[in-house]
């Protein structure tokens, strides 16, 4: 496989980390931590953007609980790129691998590569459907679910409506299934227009097509965005045409500046469901550290979502993660694959 400026980073990062390991471990805890100087490596598809930030954020503090050293890299939308950055994670011998979102189909070969190799792996939000690799998901369904009902109860049972959708990504297929459920209960919910793209200027790309759906679709009442990108995109459309009153925004995510863009005067987007996604990347680093030490963190690993409203944020005062945390307990942490052996992460 050629070298790349990304894969030469990628070892010169897990060479770095090398050296300067810690041979301290976590006194009670199975091998190998109770030695120390573990390795893993986080690969993301996506490269930027507020959930992977806090995503990432997440992770490192965990990692740093159990004395892991975590190299985190990213594809920026390159699967071919994701790809390379795994197998070097494997070429390098780390002892677990977490796949961060991407193209299933894509990373089936390589994950397996993984496997043979003995290398634990993990995936959040792409079902690389192999049964020695643990599945951590956000319960795409039931974030959807909430916050269509909440499009209901606030909307009616009769609008026409858009979605912000790109086939072939894990979560946002099974958001989309369950907008299409909605679809199938309530009759009077026309889908009027379909758009959206994948790319790494997600939010600008995405303004640019919904200013096109709003022209072309004067009767356009509600748009689910089932993720927080889009969100970002449709509401800077909106917004620009003028059309906040008359088109509202229901989505999937969340983020301190998703909260400040619900938070604005006469802001179209009046709900999210989302998992704190600094929470996500703990769970993540737990599973894999799990089956790095020999045990079993199942193989769904669920993360439960919560409803935030405009409503919701306003009247509580909340303008950052932090805060919503704060007032919100259920959202600042999971139970998900907790064991007594691993240090909370800080």
Do not use: C
Request: proline share 5%; net charge negative.
């Amino acid at each position: 496989m050629k070298t790349t400026f990304l894969s030469l980073a990628l070892a010169a990062g897990l060479t770095a980390l090398a050296s300067g390991a810690s041979a301290e471990g976590l006194a009670g805890a199975p091998a190998p931590f109770d030695k120390g100087g573990v390795k893993i490596a986080v690969v993301s598809f996506l490269g930027s953007g507020d959930w992977l930030q806090a995503f990432e954020a997440g992770v490192k503090r965990q990692a740093e609980a159990l004395g892991i050293e975590a190299n985190i890299s990213q594809a920026r939308n390159d699967i071919n790129q994701e790809r390379e950055l795994i197998q070097q994670a494997i070429n390098l011998g780390v002892k677990g691998i977490i796949i961060n979102n991407g193209q299933p189909e894509a990373l089936k070969d390589v994950a397996q590569a993984a496997i043979d190799a003995g290398i634990p792996v993990v995936a959040y939000d792409v079902n690389i459907d192999n049964p020695k690799i643990p599945q951590i998901e956000q319960s795409d369904a039931d974030m959807a679910r909430l916050v269509l009902e909440q499009a209901i109860k606030d909307q009616g049972e009769t609008f026409d409506g858009g979605v912000v959708y790109v086939a072939g990504f894990a979560p946002l297929d099974r958001r989309y299934a369950v907008w299409k459920d909605f679809q199938k209960k309530y009759p009077g919910i026309k889908e009027i227009a379909t758009w959206g793209v994948v790319n790494d200027t997600v939010a600008a790309s995405v303004a640019d097509q919904t200013k096109a759906v709003l022209a072309a679709n004067p009767s356009l009442k509600v748009v689910f965005t089932p993720w927080d990108e889009f969100a970002r995109g449709v509401k800077l459309a909106i917004d620009e045409a003028g059309v906040a009153d008359k088109v509202k925004i229901y989505g999937v995510d969340i983020s301190t500046s998703d909260i400040q863009a619900m938070r604005e005067p006469n802001s179209p987007w009046l709900a999210t469901a989302a998992t704190n996604p600094a929470v996500v990347g703990e769970v993540s680093v737990r599973a894999l550290a799990q089956l790095i030490a020999g045990e079993d963190p199942g193989h769904s690993v669920l993360i439960q979502p919560t409803l935030v409203t405009q409503k919701t944020l306003i009247d509580n005062d909340i303008k950052t993660i932090e805060e919503l945390q704060a007032k919100f307990p259920a959202f600042k942490d999971s139970d998900a694959a907790k064991k007594d052996w691993i240090p909370a992460a800080k």
